[in-house]
């Protein structure tokens, strides 16, 4: 089965303690493809200026993501500037210029509505409702979050909830939009509001999987460092939503599965800057270290 | 085979969000045995003063809990008092008053040199060396420290640490102690110092197993009231060293499994106040959390 994206694309400028790297591809929708793609087809739609260098993307139309969603407008791309201390759970953003991001309307082409896999990166709730407004019946819709959504467009965030399956956010997204510190309180907080399943990311502790009264628990790869750590969210994202679309599979056993190839994915992407890393793994390196997180955690 | 614990027998008073308790059993060595009994014999060398409510310890003699090496000295009882905020990893010490505990000078019993599996808690570093010294080669040496001691005493710990087998620390602790801020990067740097194998407690993220280039991620139990977190770590330790003392069996998988006992012991502690919830386990309920441990992280 094939997926939708809808989400940024993006140039950014990222200062990390191992370097520097200025006006790199970015962007919700590049991240999510660029792992995504590594399971089935993809389909992004997207913004972007007239500056937007084309040719660094042909690495994922080699990948099969049809890009003829994407709209060059008159203007800048989206850029974002950020820096991360030896803490990278600390990050300073230095600016976010949104350009042509600022009037991002999204519409989806017609040959796209049938898509059933769909992907609402983190944009603003209006916008992700307006998208789920022009699918026809997608089988599994998966969305991102911020807390600059959570706390200034609640009750938007609210509406498109209700039509979302599973929902991807970090732990302390999840805190404050149930309004509970505990995460296993939160969480039966947030299911009331439509999504059946969560995927609460906890970034060095690992992610938890939340389905109906059942608790999973993935790990975090062993990083020793975090190269750059811009787009793990969204490149979990992606190989969590590609595995499903490609298994077609949304079992318990299989959401599982799900985030493990999610993570597997994201500690790839932090090895190096922005999307370098995953351009060009291969299909044994995925599964090997897919093994690796099941030798993190079995036991007798 | 059997296990000898030194360490501290105390009367705690814990005030929680759910509730009250004045005076009620504590201590590293009441908590330890209290877990670990569950799984072999254990000995206990430690001090209490003259208003120790010995009755209040039946329960573990019932439990083949050998409590020669407890000495009852002139004085009063080592006491704490604590309080937990809704955040209970945020915990204020109300007081501490060592009493008896102040000059706590370990001497084993005769009887008691020969036993091969050792824990020593939460103590100076100095009486865990002198602890040591008196032994005769126990098989398995295990050992728990803070950061007290690791700011306060840190060539001693230095020198103790040189004879550990398995050192059990926090990820704070285990920071401060590696002084560096990645737990990946700061195991192999603490393995230098001595111990082999570490166990990293991470509170509500679980807990890491480290031993040559090999990790262990084992899950935290999820639980929506932590009702008094008071002596959970050490309810760990009684589980981990217990099942291994059970088994006689330090192999990598069984270190493993050790892990999850020690969990599953500190998931059923925290439920109750002081040691409460340790009074009366049943195997089948103990193998049964054991179980949702295992389901909480199995995936195909």
């Known amino acids: 089965m094939s997926v939708l994206v809808v989400g940024s694309a993006a140039l950014d400028s990222i200062e990390t303690p191992f370097g520097k790297a200025d006006d790199v ?139 979302i399956d599973i929902l991807i956010i970090n732990d302390s997204e999840a805190r404050l939009l149930a309004q509970e510190a505990n995460l296993f309180k939160a969480a039966p907080i947030i299911r009331k509001m439509g999504p059946r399943t969560l995927v609460i990311k906890k970034g060095e502790h690992g992610a938890m999987l939340i389905t109906n009264g059942s608790y999973f628990w993935a790990p975090a790869y062993p990083l020793e460092e975090l190269y750059d750590p811009t787009g793990a969210g969204d490149t979990f994202a992606g190989g969590f939503v590609g595995y499903l679309a490609k298994s077609d599979d949304i079992s318990s056993a299989n959401l599982r599965k799900a985030v493990i190839y999610g993570s597997t994915l994201a500690s790839f992407c932090v090895e190096r800057f922005s999307v370098e890393r995953l351009k060009n793994l291969t299909e044994p390196e995925i599964e090997s270290r897919y093994q690796e997180f099941k030798e993190l955690t079995i036991f007798e």
Chains 1, 2 share one sequence.
């Open 25 to 163: 591809l970015g962007g919700s929708a590049i991240y999510f493809s660029s792992a995504a793609s590594y399971f089935t087809n993809v389909n992004v739609v997207a913004v972007v200026g007239e500056d937007f260098p084309l040719q660094d993307i042909q690495y994922l139309k080699k990948r099969n993501v049809d890009m003829s969603g994407l709209c060059v407008e008159r203007g800048k791309t989206f850029r974002w500037g950020g820096k991360y201390d030896f803490d990278v759970n600390d990050r300073t953003t230095l600016y976010t210029h949104l350009n042509v991001f600022e009037n991002f309307n999204p519409t989806i082409p017609e040959n796209l509505k049938d898509v059933p896999y769909v992907f609402l990166a983190n944009i603003q709730p209006e916008l992700q409702l307006k998208v789920l407004n022009q699918m026809n019946k997608p089988k599994l819709v998966v969305m991102d979050t911020m807390n600059f959504w959570i706390e200034g467009r609640p009750d938007a965030l609210r509406d498109v909830l209700k039509f």
